[in-house]
């Protein structure tokens, strides 16, 4: 199946990859992406006028607002506008960068979280068949591989 149903009946299109972007005479030009408070310049915080096209799993493709699909798939909206030089963009600029620092401190947060672990209460236990072999041969006996055989 390649959309998911809940309950009652609500069918969900899972996303299998952006085509294509576009944008109309309403989207927030470069040189506006700026607005001038008092003595302080801000970003302007808009996703209007700009569409992507989405590929579903089911194989259609649509055009969806950004608004909605940043919401939905902010990472994977993030790395499209990065690959396609569209960070500069008034729509983009103002949460990508957030966004994407955001994913990299959660991975470096589960790599800190991740042992490898390779001893089971004080033995080095073997991942492969070579690595059994190599340690059948520091201790000068074929334990580990007769195990694995058996």
Request: glycine share 6%.
């Amino acid at each position: 199946m390649f959309a998911q149903c809940d309950i009652k009946g609500n069918q969900f299109l899972l996303m299998s990859a952006l085509v294509d972007h576009k944008k109309d005479g309403h989207a927030v030009e470069i040189a506006d992406g700026f607005v001038q408070r008092g003595t302080n310049r801000h970003r302007r915080i808009t996703t209007k006028g700009w569409q992507l096209c989405v590929e579903w799993k089911d194989g259609s493709t649509t055009w969806e607002r950004l608004a909605d699909l940043k919401e939905s798939y902010p990472i994977e909206i993030a790395e499209y506008a990065v690959a396609r030089g569209l960070n500069k963009e008034p729509a983009f600029a103002w949460w990508v960068l957030s966004v994407l620092a955001k994913r990299n401190r959660i991975i470096a947060a589960v790599n800190r979280r991740y042992h490898k672990r390779n001893h089971t209460f004080g033995i080095k236990v073997p991942w492969d068949w070579d690595e059994a072999v190599v340690f059948d041969k520091e201790n000068g006996n074929t334990l580990w591989q007769d195990a694995v055989q058996k």
